[in-house]
């Protein structure tokens, strides 16, 4: 019988409160370790598509008479449209279609650099942007708030500062023994996915809109974009089979959605509207940069007694404000804590989610501040992060329903006792250094996804969900975890995803939650086609069911017997098996969170300030891992973007204008395959035995969470000096040094009492 | 009408001049595995080869091109693709092509390239999921 429950659903860590449907008891999980298929190194079922250039992404198709757009957009960081003309830009060779600022969502108003103003579709890109020159335009240059401290004084706010205290902070410091008090900052970063952001619109009629379009969430698409043209949602069909990249920055429409939908319906053709790698640079989201305000206090012994810390967000002209004190209020067991964070709204391009927003900013200010406390301490961090251990979450006190961080730990200290060796290999100018740094972040998924498994005569099976693969693998994931249900290898099971008018829904693909949200729903659904396939089975080989399963491709009975699966399946010839299955609702009253460890190895060159990471260990619990190849391509991908997130990428402005300096991959750096430092993994592969039928949390997003804190802090082992600022430039690198020196000089040369 | 050898074929150079050859292969001939992700010659995602030289198509007009053209589409038996999938050197896939023909233009030249030189060709291709320790070794096991 379908019952009805109330249960608490989060992403990326904003919780809703969600109704959803449970049809039946959930299945009992696989034991531990690897199963026939699941826990198994799989290579990615679409892996030889995409790597013979088969894949069609959006940006690859093209539907017949498709019209291509050019985008007008504010190069000033504010301004006012007093006057635009529109008129020859229309009359231009092969312009089919002109909007100008009074359609929505283009305005004559840009509050930031990049925004959309005016926009014409084509019958090719070049005329389109041929015909943009044409536009006549007097911009009223206007007075940008570009300085996030500036904002929160003058109270241009995203919201109400947010503030949480447990303990008395106040107190807390009283009774340190030692305080530490730092302000770090942060950069802004760009997510710079390969495949920029894109659609194409095509209308059927007025009132059935079909979207193509380059996202993490085509039912979130979907429901955005009905709502915007007041449609029924089933009359907005939207697909994404292949996507390039997201990582965060693609679980919204965006404005060029809009753009394509508006000329398409104008000019009853199919319209794509792509945002060029400048576009991309400008307003397609980003990391928002951060100022963190911290102190620390503790006894002599390390246990901590407060931590206090006080949050500025960049946040930009949209978006929301990602918590950068979550890690305060997460890590480690202390009584008194406070974390007050503000939102700047500034004329700035909105930020968008990257791949876990605020926990790693937070983190690199956290993380370092503990190293600094041990320093001061003369503690070792490991043990100083142990003794501080949390063993229920110190929000609310609720258990939680799995934490291995303490394993995490122990299978870190092999890498952690290489640092006498490292340092002692520091050589002339170049000084070796280890750090660690901790990491916590959600990852448990939820409610509500579903999944079909069909199996047919010839004993194939198609998983079908209205999914997304973004590129970690999910659909992989799915397959094999249909096979291990279904008792099949898994290439024999197809996955049919990113299409919501061929699938019922599915969860985002964003905070980590594809595979705990869908893995539940595709092994349910796969089991439901199961217990169907050995019903028949039974009856067929008269056998009682309870002595029949399915293995090896085949239908094995304890008694001896065995049958290929399609001696069954074939009998029904065009005829299918059916399963349906949803994903339960996360544990009641637990807490579901992922925890990690990295340890860094790094060379300074004292001299040049140059900085190269040779080694990054990284040790994570995100419950059972299903496919340990994909794993470990998605640990080593969080990590090389927080290797460039700490040394080398950054959104530069030009402080007078607030325009964009870096728009360009040659202005921005992202790291190269010559960056990139030797990569261990090792994940504790224990299933969560309070979640779901699977035990299996995200990966997505926490390996890139400790990677700037572990190398800042490796950096500090090498050279005593305290980083505060990312990205490490050689200038930040050089002055860093110099403090430090001028610290011990002053240590060295303080009179004596 | 000037021609353009593509992939062992002949293609007729019906294109505007200041077509870009990425342009040329992906709107005209309909050859998209070749990606164009920049547009701009930065990021590698376009590459093909001309006489086995890996160039970046997207800043290459189409009709300076003197030699044959290979695209992922002549690459596709090559073993460097099932070395690829078979150590998951590829997440969401769109740097890919361009990868794989960067990496075959290597290994043409010197089959079994160190390290060194492996992030040393391979360092113009930009892979934003962060497949390189991957590619690396795609690159060092191709021969099986």
Known sequence: MA??????????????????????????????????????PTPRQTGLQRARGEAQYTADIQLPGMLHTAVLRSPFARARVSEIDLQMAEKAPGVRAVLGPDTEPLTDEPPYQGAPVAAIAADTFEQAKAALALVEVEWEQLTPLLDADEAVAKGELMDEPSTHERGDVERGLAEADVVVEAEYRTQSVLHNSMETHQAICQWEGDNRLTVHISTQYVWGIREEVAEHFGLPQDHVRVVCRFMGGGFGSKNRPGSYTYIAAELARKTGRPVKCMLSRREENLDAGNRNATIQRLRVGARSDGTLTALDGSFVNATGWDGWVASTGGPMRMLYACENV???????????????????????????????LLDELAAKLDLDPLELRKLNYAHTDAMDERPFSSKSLLECYRRAEPHWERREQVRASSDGTWKRGVGLASQVWYGGGGPPSYAWVRVGADGRAAVITAMQDIGTGSAT??????????????????????????????????????????????????????????????QRF????????????????????????????????????????????????????????????????????????????????????????????????????GVGHTLSEERLLDPATGTILTQTLDAYK?????????????LIDEPDTHLTNLGSKGLGEPPIIPTAAAIANAIRDATGADIRSLPITREEMLRALREAHERDRDRVGAPSA | MPELRINGGAHELDAPVGTSLAHFLREH?????????????????????????????????????????????????????????????????????????????????????????????????????????????????WQG
């Open chain 2, 29 to 141: 001939i309909g050859l998209t595995g070749t990606k164009i992700a920049c547009n701009e010659g930065h990021c590698g995602a376009c590459t093909v080869q001309v006489d086995g030289v890996p160039i970046l198509s997207c800043i290459t007009l189409v009709h300076t091109v003197d030699g044959e053209v290979t695209t992922i589409e002549g690459l596709r038996d090559h073993p460097m693709v099932d070395a690829f999938v078979r150590t998951d050197a590829l997440q969401c896939g769109f740097c890919t092509p361009g990868q794989i023909v960067s990496a075959t233009a290597l290994v043409a030249a010197n089959p079994s390239p160190s390290s060194e030189e492996i992030r040393h060709a391979m360092a113009g291709n930009l892979c934003r999921c962060g497949t390189y320790p991957k590619i690396e070794e795609a690159i060092s096991t």
């Open chain 1, 3 to 40: 019952r009805l429950i109330k249960t608490e659903k989060e992403v990326e860590g904003r919780y809703t409160e969600q109704w959803i449907v449970v049809e039946e008891d959930a299945l009992e999980q696989w034991p531990a370790g690897p199963q026939d298929t699941v826990g198994r």
């Open chain 1, 542 to 641: 008269d056998r009682e069911q309870r002595i029949l399963s399915l293995k090896g491709g085949q239908i094995v009975s304890s008694d001896g017997g065995s049958w290929p699966l399609e001696e069954v399946t074939g009998l029904l010839e065009s005829g299918q098996i059916l399963g349906k299955g949803s994903r339960g609702p996360n544990p009641t009253g637990m807490q579901v969170l992922t925890f990690g460890v990295q340890v860094a190895e790094v060379a300074v060159d004292v001299e040049t300030g140059e900085i190269r990471v040779d080694k990054i260990a990284a040790i994570h619990d995100v419950g059972r891992v299903i496919n340990p190849l994909g794993a470990s391509s998605q640990v080593e991908g969080g990590i090389i973007q």
């Open chain 1, 477 to 538: 994931a799915m397959a094999q975890i249909a096979a291990e249900e279904l008792g099949i290898p898994v290439d024999r099971v197809e996955v049919s995803l990113g299409d919501t008018a061929r699938g019922p829904f599915a969860s985002i693909s964003a905070g980590s939650s594809t595979i705990p949200s869908m893995g539940p729903a595709v092994r349910s659904a796969a089991a439901d086609a199961a217990r169907q396939i050995l019903e028949i089975s039974a």
């Open chain 1, 338 to 368: 406070r974390t007050v964070e503000h939102g700047a709204k500034l004329n700035l391009p909105p930020m968008e989610p990257f791949r876990a927003p605020g926990f790693v900013e937070g983190t690199f200010g956290l993380e370092c």
């Open chain 1, 670 to 682: 992202l790291p190269t395959i010559a960056d990139v430092p030797e990569i261990v993994t090792d």
